[in-house]
């Protein structure tokens, strides 16, 4: 089992910053690959940031690049967005999965953004 913990969270203007952090705990060693979700009221869940452990490739949704950037070290992830707007407003997950490619299986209880305009 994998723990995840994400924290950073709240509400920033627009054109602002805030830095997300997802502390992971348990068999982390297991892990394949970690990442960013959202989930935006009314709207499906989406990916936002992915990192695998196992080569090192890093995925960015179109909507953020060159705005978000993830990183982690030995057992945190962390997720730096920049150039924030409000159309980023959305829970933002953790989460975690030990297939490679496989479905990301482990999940945190989430953190809001809010971006004002």
């Known amino acids: 089992q994998v723990q995840l913990v994400e924290s950073g969270g709240g509400l920033v203007q627009a054109g602002g910053s805030l830095r997300l952090s997802c502390a992971a705990s348990g068999r982390i060693l297991s892990t394949a690959a970690m990442g960013w979700f959202r989930q935006a009221p009314g709207k499906e869940r989406e990916s936002v940031a992915k990192f695998s452990w196992i080569d090192t490739s890093i995925y960015y949704a179109d909507s953020v690049k060159g705005r978000f950037t993830i990183s982690r070290d030995k057992t945190t992830v962390y997720l730096q967005m920049n150039s924030l707007k409000p159309e980023d407003t959305a829970v933002y997950y953790c989460?975690?999965?030990?297939?490679?490619?496989?479905?990301?299986?482990?999940w945190g209880q989430g953190t809001q953004v809010t971006v004002s305009s």
């Open positions: 989460a975690a999965r030990s297939v490679p490619g496989g479905t990301f299986v482990y």
